[in-house]
């Protein structure tokens, strides 16, 4: 099991650049798949971008693409998402999500598959 906690949320103007960060406590961090999602105001949570234990594998939402990077530090349990050129429409709770998985490549995720989860993040998008 992990414990995770985001961090870097915040308000930002149309355009704008923020940095969401996630620490794991736990064991064996690279044995988890890690992810991202996120929940609007009366919406359902969504899937926002998804990385294999390795790094090498990314995935993100439509929505999203082209403007969000997912990263990952294994050697510091940690997890990043970039996001850049943001929008009003990306303003939601940001949570961090982590699932036992050592597939090498990922694919777009539902929160179900999720395990494990943080407290979640705002991030609100002035116009």
């Known amino acids: 099991q992990v414990q995770l906690v985001e961090s870097g949320g915040g308000s930002v103007q149309t355009g704008g650049s923020l940095r969401l960060a996630c620490s794991a406590d736990g064991r064996a961090f690279n044995s988890y798949a890690m992810g991202w999602f996120r929940q609007a105001p009366g919406k359902e949570r969504e899937f926002v971008a998804q990385?294999?234990?390795?790094?090498?594998?990314?995935v993100y939402a439509d929505s999203v693409k082209g403007r969000f990077t997912i990263s990952r530090d294994n050697a510091k349990n940690m997890v990043y998402l970039q996001m850049n050129a943001l929008k009003p429409e990306d303003t939601a709770f940001y949570y961090c999500a982590a699932k036992k998985s050592y597939a090498a490549v990922v694919r777009t995720a539902t929160a179900s598959e999720y395990t494990n989860w943080g407290q979640g993040i705002q991030v609100t998008v002035s116009s």
């Open positions: 990385i294999a234990w390795s790094g090498r594998s990314t």
